[in-house]
């Protein structure tokens, strides 16, 4: 697993160094978290692959913690570290977004199965389809389709409406699109991507009562509902 990272939320010195020994000898990239706070500090810079997440922690504890993630959106899975075989404890980990849990003491094996399994049932679930509004995009067949109605689009229109569909309601500027799409680095490639938006209007809103392409003038696009 070369190349992954991990966030070790754990106060006990002995069984942070523990876990992250193992996980670094499995070859993962950990950081250690000995407090929620620093915990939560660490979640909201990095991206990981996974989250071994002790309860009872100063601070923040684990509760908050899996319910700030999720708040957040941030969807690494989280493993819980529970020191009590309670069964109240592991059912409101899970209620609260945790993917799975493990009671202490256990076996590091034991560990590093539960974490294939996880990031297995992770790649499960990457989605395969993106909905704005009742404009709906298959990223398998790279099909489009609004309000049941198939819509034809170019390898570079599905594109183009991807970048967009990718961030909802926020704006992507003339720039990145031309860079995204058409890999081309400068501004006055710009007009390619107002006539290819144009085009992409003419199939994804002139048909549809509601239009969902905005333009932001002088910045760039949109997609979304207003
Ligand atoms: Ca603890």
């Known amino acids: 697993m070369d190349g992954m990272q ?6 006990e010195a002995k069984a942070a160094t523990f876990l992250s020994n ?18 939560w500090g660490f979640l909201r810079e990095k991206r990981y692959d996974i989250v071994l997440l002790d309860v009872l922690l100063p601070g923040i504890d684990g509760w908050s913690i899996i319910r700030q993630m999720r708040a957040n959106g941030i969807p690494t899975p989280v493993i819980f570290l529970t020191a009590r075989d309670s069964l109240g404890e592991r059912i409101r980990g899970l209620d609260l977004g945790a993917d799975d849990y493990l009671v202490k003491p256990f076996a590091f094996s034991e560990l590093m199965a539960r974490i294939r399994t996880v990031l297995r049932r992770g790649r499960d679930t990457t989605p395969t389809s993106l909905r704005i509004a009742d404009l709906e995009l298959d990223l398998i067949r790279h099909r489009v389709v609004r309000r049941n109605q198939p819509i034809d689009l170019t390898p570079k229109e599905f594109a183009l409406l991807l970048l967009l569909a990718r961030t909802p309601n926020e704006v992507v500027g003339r720039r990145v699109i031309a860079k ?8 006055s490639d710009s007009n390619i991507v107002d006539v290819a938006v144009r085009r992409l209007r003419r199939k994804i809103d002139y048909p549809f009562d509601k239009p969902l392409i905005h333009s932001v003038y002088g910045v760039g696009y949109v997609l979304g509902e207003r």
Not at 6 to 11: G, H, I, P, S, T
């Open 6 to 11: 991990a966030l070790v939320v754990e106060d």
């Open 22 to 39: 193992g996980l670094s000898e499995n070859g993962w990239a950990v950081d250690i978290a000995n407090d929620g706070k620093i915990a």
């Open 180 to 187: 995204e799409v058409w890999n081309m680095e400068t501004a």
